[in-house]
T-cell receptor, first 113, second 114 residues
Framework: KQEVTQIPAALSVPEGENLVLNCSFTDSAIYNLQWFRQDPGKGLTSLLLIQSSQREQTSGRLNASLDKSSGRSTLYIAASQPGDSATYLCAASESGGYNKLIFGAGTRLAVHP | NAGVTQTPKFQVLKTGQSMTLQCAQDMNHEYMSWYRQDPGMGLRLIHYSVGAGITDQGEVPNGYNVSRSTTEDFPLRLLSAAPSQTSVYFC?????????????FGSGTRLTVV
């Protein structure tokens, strides 16, 4: 059974820092790996999706990497801003059939001015 | 373009009561799903649908029913509410294109069972 773990559970950093959020998964036979952002009282917003055949994806200040052999993905946020404060969730999807998402518990990020 | 609309946003139920959480999408997405989010845990899949008239169970289906009579709507029914069903419920719609799936989530329904 696929299990997804995110470390750290919470992170507080000053504005401008570069930071890395970690995600690990137990079954390397994933279809893809997605990173989502969740703001309080809101739904999830998809940030980046990495196909199982890809190594990384970039969008603006965000870069996500995927290493299936080690069961790890990282989300790198460059030059963090207070507006980046949110909970970041990673989700691995299963191969075959419906694209079920298996979520980690998330990393709660606070960027202070 | 509303995306995924969930109603109600908040609900308090007494143990044993039944209710339906509504979910509607206007993007003509083929797939829809329901997740629940509990403190300290990731979202867990309750039920999903791959098209009108087709539904299947996810990881935590007990105590919930779904149906999908139209592409747009995917209601989640709690048959007899229990305190263990206190949670935040998210509905999502998704589509498949060019080898990947795109997801849109609703803003959630916060349910408390007393």
């Amino acid at each position: 059974k696929q299990e997804v773990t995110q470390i750290p559970a919470a992170l507080s950093v000053p504005e401008g820092e570069n930071l890395v959020l970690n995600c690990s998964f137990t079954d390397s036979a994933i279809y893809n790996l997605q990173w989502f952002r969740q703001d309080p009282g809101k739904g999830l917003t998809s940030l980046l999706l990495i196909q199982s055949s890809q190594r990384e994806q970039t969008s603006g200040r965000l870069n996500a990497s995927l290493d299936k052999s080690s069961g790890r993905s990282t989300l790198y946020i460059a030059a963090s801003q207070p507006g980046d404060s949110a909970t970041y969730l990673c989700a691995a999807s299963e191969s075959g059939g419906y694209n079920k998402l298996i979520f980690g518990a998330g990393t709660r990020l606070a960027v202070h001015p | 373009n509303a995306g995924v609309t969930q109603t109600p946003k908040f609900q308090v139920l007494k143990t044993g009561q039944s209710m339906t959480l509504q979910c509607a999408q206007d993007m003509n997405h083929e797939y829809m799903s329901w997740y629940r989010q509990d403190p300290g845990m990731g979202l867990r899949l309750i039920h999903y649908s791959v098209g009108a008239g087709i539904t299947d169970q996810g990881e935590v289906p007990n105590g919930y029913n779904v149906s999908r009579s139209t592409t747009e709507d995917f209601p989640l029914r709690l048959l007899s509410a229990a305190p263990s069903q206190t949670s935040v419920y998210f509905c999502a719609s998704s589509y498949y294109s060019s080898g990947s799936y795109g997801y849109t989530f609703g803003s959630g329904t916060r349910l408390t069972v007393v």
